[in-house]
């Protein structure tokens, strides 16, 4: 059987093609990854160098399967032994990197500080290696030294592979004009003028611009939560006096303001007066922020969060609020974005599951316009922080809306590398908008 194969068969080839072109398109990944600066786009080649490689890791494992059931063909004729000897060496190594080079990353996202997961070309759960991301801090550290040298290492093997693979087949095919090529493009004549020599270049080519080309696809960013109505002129009255002057001109005054005057009377006074009125946040409420990374927008919410209102606009010394927020439950519409956000390099949920907002100051600053100064606790850190924000009270129902600024660098959101202000800024917008009914 050995004797009578003219070349590979058609498996062989197929699956040897497909890794020649990921191999290719996941080297410039891999450059563009180095030199881009940190942000979405850089976070993304990434995930989907992830994929690239282990696709090649499985397609390698099925080709050496392949092989070891169906005899490659045999060398060419009077081929030098030398030749032989290196044509081997060569095909081992290509072995060892296309399993090595997958594996050795692998140790890499397994040992990661930040447990990023891995979801093939952003679908395909993919877990970490056991046992690695369970590690005490040292040997987790050490087999993550492992993985980065084993990697370089292997990656400069990697070129020194392909310069002598590809400097072989031209010269089978130039020089000494065997079938070696055909091998792996059936019907392949030798010389330079074999147009299936020439598709392969061309292959090589397009593989090499589209791993340059390649931009990943932006995700659409959360739409923004509707701007709420221009606040109207307070002309309802504020107090029980008020109330009652109003109950007393109702008569004598327009049709317009009468009816003004009706609806206040029929009004809740709770809603107007000195005590102030407890709230429930309704469905639809929205807690939400917005980062810069890389110059690049992030926009995110909190899904899971609660409110505690005591708050009256004539009752402002004695309002209060409370808003605890479940870290964990963070949504910036990319899942594996996610997943990194609660560890101990950002929000640590596992420490500190909540953050709290408490205010009990609360100042009026223009009509239906009001500022809480209070206290916020994120990470174990309390730092004072002011929101301000719009109100607007229709009878049982009040909207507001507010948006601040944090720095989330002393809050200490963002350790290690990601500490540095150079790709994530330090500034984050934190805004609501909120509906909310009298309880």
């Known amino acids: ?10 498996v062989a080839i197929v699956i040897h093609w497909l890794i020649a072109a990921a191999l290719i398109f996941q080297i410039i990944l891999g450059w563009r990854m180095g030199d881009g600066p940190k942000g979405p786009t850089t976070y993304a080649l990434f995930q989907l160098h992830k994929s690239i490689g282990i696709a090649i890791l499985l397609l390698s494992l099925a080709r050496l399967a392949w092989r070891l059931f169906n005899t490659p063909p045999a060398a060419p004729e009077g081929q030098p032994k030398w030749e032989q ?21 692998w ?20 877990p970490h290696i056991p046992g690695l991301p369970e590690l005490a801090a040292g040997p987790k550290h050490l087999w993550h030294e492992i993985g980065e040298l084993g990697h370089g290492v292997l990656v400069k093997v990697t070129y020194l592979l392909l310069i002598l693979h590809l400097g072989a087949v031209a010269k089978h095919q130039i020089l000494d004009k065997d079938e070696v090529f055909a091998n792996m493009a059936p019907g392949a004549r030798p ?34 939560p509707p701007a709420p109505a221009a606040d109207e002129e307070a002309q309802l009255p504020r ?48 807690l939400g922020f917005s980062a810069t990374w890389s110059e690049n927008a992030i926009e995110g919410r909190f899904k899971t969060w609660t409110a505690d209102i005591l708050f009256s606009p004539e009752a402002l010394d004695r309002s209060k609020l409370t808003v605890a927020i479940d870290t964990a439950s963070v949504d910036t519409g990319d899942a594996q974005r996610d997943q990194s956000l609660p560890s101990g390099d950002f929000f640590d949920t596992a420490e500190h599951p909540k953050a709290t907002f408490t205010a009990t100051k609360f100042r009026k600053t223009g009509e239906g316009k009001f500022v809480a100064d209070g206290t916020l606790d994120l990470r174990g850190v309390k730092k004072p922080l002011s929101l301000p924000f719009t109100l ?30 150079d790709e994530i800024a330090a500034k984050v917008k934190v805004s609501f908008n909120l509906t909310a009914k009298r309880k």
Do not use: C, N
């Open 85 to 105: 000897v290196a044509s081997k060496v060569v095909h081992v190594g290509f072995y060892v990197i296309m399993i090595g080079l997958p594996l050795t990353g």
């Open 191 to 224: 010389g330079w003028k074999e147009p299936r020599a020439w598709l392969a270049a061309a292959g090589l080519a397009a593989v090499i611009a589209a791993g340059y080309l390649y931009m990943p696809a932006a995700k659409a960013k959360p739409a923004a």
């Open 107 to 126: 140790i890499l996202v397994s040992t990661s500080r930040v447990p990023i997961p891995t979801l093939l070309f952003g679908t395909i759960p993919w």
């Open 392 to 421: 607007k009270i229709d009878g049982d129902t009040a909207t507001a809306r507010g948006v601040t600024t944090l720095d989330r660098t002393t809050f200490g959101v963002g350790q290690g590398e990601w500490a540095s202000t």
């Open 1 to 10: 059987m050995a004797a009578s194969r003219t070349r590979y068969t058609t």
């Open 239 to 286: 107090t029980q006096e008020d109330l009652e002057k109003f109950k007393g001109v109702a008569g004598t005054v327009s049709k317009e303001t009468s009816e003004a005057f009706v609806k206040a009377a029929e009004t809740p006074a709770a809603v107007y007066f000195k005590d102030p009125v407890h709230w429930t946040v309704q469905k639809g409420s929205t």
